[in-house]
């Protein structure tokens, strides 16, 4: 089946510094990718949708100047954190659709982020 | 807005079989899914159901009946490792300004004990 990876798969900061975690589709390509986020036994909140090539378009209540999301290229797309608290620590999932097929998402691994 | 509702937690020992229900208030709808997450791990893909009716895969079945905003996912034979959330998830219609996405339920922490 398609694979997705994130890196890094977990990441402690200190807060007020900036995180970049990538999120790739290693064997296909990924024209739509989702970035979620996660707090421990609770359901997946999703944060943004990006297409290849286009901005973003993010969730109610989602500050986009504070999660960058770029998606360069059809195997590539990166959430940054900006100026991160301890309030932005969390479980960062990413996932993404190959092609037009959307019965299924494809997750990758999730981040782990902690900033002190 | 969109709400999925699904018990939080359900216990079951080996070999038995398990349903977690699934109800859901979309505004649009476009398929019932279901996936498993361990613990600390990324969650995968069970089944699909966009029509009425059961999907039947392996151990694990899914069900879904449109006109009652309703489905379940079946698990039959449990094993330990089927100790995990499991969460139903709706998908958006398609529009010019939506590609699908997922909503996801509050997920159903299923105990196998031996």
């Known amino acids: 089946g398609a694979v997705v990876s994130q890196h890094p798969s977990w990441v402690i900061c200190k807060s007020g510094t900036s995180v970049k975690i990538e999120c790739r589709s290693l064997d296909f390509q990924a024209t739509t990718m989702f970035w979620y986020r996660q707090f421990p036994k609770k359901s997946l909140m999703l944060m943004a949708t990006?297409?290849?090539?286009?901005?973003?378009?993010?969730e109610q209540g989602v500050e986009k100047d504070k999660f960058l999301i770029n998606h360069a290229s059809l195997t590539l797309s990166t959430l940054t954190v900006t100026s991160a608290h301890p309030e932005d620590s969390s479980f960062y999932i990413c996932s993404a659709l190959e092609g037009r097929d959307y019965n299924e998402q494809f997750f990758g691994p999730g981040t782990r982020l902690t900033v002190l | 807005g969109q709400s999925l509702e699904q018990p939080s937690e359900v216990t079951a020992v080996e070999g038995a079989i398990v349903q977690i229900n699934c109800t859901y208030q979309t505004s649009g709808f476009y398929g019932l899914s279901w996936y498993q997450q361990h613990d600390g791990g990324a969650p995968t893909f069970l089944s699909y159901n966009a029509l009425d009716g059961l999907e039947e895969t392996g151990r694990f079945s899914s069900f879904l009946s449109r006109s009652d905003s309703y489905g379940y996912l079946l698990l039959q034979e449990l094993q330990m490792k089927d100790s995990a959330s499991y969460f139903c998830a709706v998908r958006d219609l398609l529009t010019t300004d939506s590609w699908g996405k997922l909503q996801f339920g509050a997920g159903t922490q299923v105990v196998v004990t031996p």
């Open positions: 990006s297409n290849e090539g286009s901005k973003a378009t993010y």
